[in-house]
């Protein structure tokens, strides 16, 4: 399965949670990923894992709810 948008290619990053203490723990920053059927520029139609950020963007276009 796809970890990353298939659309800007965001994917997990690691780094660091840094307490008021200063000790560092590691963490991960995971991108927003939904999976949305999305009508391709041929008319079909193809299930994406897109961020939210693409989707807010306007990057794709949805199908419509039946």
Do not use: W, Y
Not at 45 to 55: A, D, S
């Amino acid at each position: 399965m796809a970890k990353r948008c298939e659309i800007c290619g965001k994917e997990p990053v690691a780094g660091k949670n840094v307490s008021h203490s200063n000790r560092h723990t590691p963490r991960m920053f995971r991108p927003n990923l939904q999976k949305v059927r999305v009508v391709m520029d041929d008319g079909s139609i193809k299930t994406m894992k897109v961020c939210t950020k693409c989707l807010k963007a306007g990057k794709v276009k949805k199908v419509a709810a039946v």
